[in-house]
């Protein structure tokens, strides 16, 4: 391409979102969704698509199903101005490129940067079929939204558009960062009550990502001075309550070799102004247990040993198997039996009130609890019983067994259905010699309950 550096229209853009996950699809709606722009009042008319390699989630799109619970049928059918697809030929003719997938690490805690670089290789040769087929059209604007360490949208990403394309990044398209930072099953703050942080390859570039955000995101924008330090600001907010939540753990395991209640400690120690109020607990999802190893990847790839992060990231890893030691020690000295032992742990998924069960540490506590030789029952209404069994290898109960009792239970997750259980029904759950594991604090304490 030879020509001079132009932006798209910016209220008649085409935009497509690439990957229709928690993030993409909020983002696909509300771009297509909002009439007027938010910080100017200028009428906008753009077009989204929304596009997945994964066709079941079309298809379900396509017919006003979302299964991460964020939208309702009513809320999908009554979009206009949007497709949902797989069909990589409908996003060529996009100016806009928003890419949303995965980010996650392997076996082994390193990065998978497969999903960014496999989206970015689409992306490349759409532009490069939208030059061919528009060769007068604007540059097109690429943002990167996944989450990411310092660095890797230049270093991975943007070689793959490069090479893809065959175009240079830095005359043929322009393209920018902008973590997202909504946090699924929130009722409060949604995608456009949260600052959204923007950045672009060059000083233009930053602006008009930046105004093109504004234009949906009621909370409004923070333009970063750079591509890396917008990926760094996103990397250290879960870094940081990851460490916060393992320095709180780890309290709570020297407490509780202390018989003292650590939850009884953080409400004492919370009346002082400037505590900050962290609960002990298992860390999950595809965030917080996830982002720092970003972090400390590329900190190692630089010659730093994090040193901090990663025993943080130890101590909440080991949380799970800590959880059920203690169990089985308590247990074992009120006399109630191990081994053969029926438990019921309550939710399996990573956090209350949503259906995620990527990385939840409830799985890595019914996976030991079964090595111990308990029985193990798992209850959590919001899971698909189908993905429990074919991520974990777990069966899920389609309800509380009427006649059953257990020695133990586990309150692996605070959903709303069980913080609802009265005290009777909790005394009906269980033997004459029981004990609940009470790691969120919602179990009546007059019951037989360890809490963290
Ligand atoms: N979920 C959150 O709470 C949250 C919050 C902030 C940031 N993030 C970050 O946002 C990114 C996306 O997370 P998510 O939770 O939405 O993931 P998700 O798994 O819910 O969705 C990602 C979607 O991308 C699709 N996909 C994978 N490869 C693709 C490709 N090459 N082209 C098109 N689609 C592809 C998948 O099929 C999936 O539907 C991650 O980097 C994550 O760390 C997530």
Known sequence: MNKIMNFPSFNKCKIAILGLGYVGLPLA????????????????????????INKTRINEL?????????????????????????????ICDADVFIITVPTPIDSAK???????????????????????????????????????????TEEVCINEIEKA????????????????????????????????????NTSESS????????????AGTFKSKSIRIAEA????????????????????????????????????????????????????????GVDPYYLTYKSQMI???????????????SMGEKIVENLIA?????????????????????????????????????????NYGFNVDIFDPNVDPKEAKQFYDLVILKGLKKSQKYSAIIVAVQHDEFKNITHQEWLNLVNDQYVIYDLKGIVPRNLKVIRP
């Open 29 to 52: 709606i509300e771009f297509a969704r909002r009439e007027y722009c938010v910080s100017s009042n200028i009428k906008l008319n753009r077009k989204v698509i929304g596009f997945d």
């Open 62 to 90: 396509n017919n006003n199903f979302d299964k991460t619970k964020e939208f309702h049928k009513e809320d999908l059918e009554n979009l206009k101005e949007i497709i949902f697809t797989n069909d990589r030929e409908l």
């Open 110 to 152: 390193i990065p998978y940067l497969g999903h960014l670089r496999s989206a970015s290789k689409i992306v490349g040769e759409a532009i490069k079929k939208r030059q061919q087929n528009y060769p007068e059209t604007s540059q097109p604007v690429i943002v990167y939204e996944s989450t990411v360490y310092p660095g890797a």
């Open 165 to 200: 394309s065959g175009f240079d990044s830095k005359k043929d398209f322009y393209y920018g960062y902008s973590p997202e930072r909504i946090n699924p099953g929130d009722n409060k703050l949604k995608l456009t009550d949260i600052v959204k942080i923007t950045s672009g």
């Open 207 to 218: 602006e008009w990502i930046d105004n093109f955000y504004k234009s949906i995101i009621k």
């Open 233 to 288: 600001a996103k990397v250290i907010e879960n870094t940081q309550r990851d460490l916060n939540i393992a320095l709180i753990n780890e309290l709570s395991l020297i407490f509780s070799k202390m018989n003292i209640d650590t939850l009884d400690v953080i409400e004492a120690a919370s009346t002082k102004w400037n505590f900050l109020k962290f609960y002990p607990g298992i860390v999950g999802g595809h965030c917080i």
């Open 303 to 317: 010659g730093y040993y994090p040193e901090v992060l990663l025993s943080g990231r130890r101590i909440n890893d």
């Open 330 to 370: 308590y247990m074992l000295k009120n006399s109630i039996s191990v081994l053969g032992s029926d438990l019921l742990i309550l939710g399996l998924t990573f956090k209350e009130n949503c259906t995620d069960i990527r990385n939840t540490g409830a799985a890595s506590i019914a996976h030991k609890a079964i």
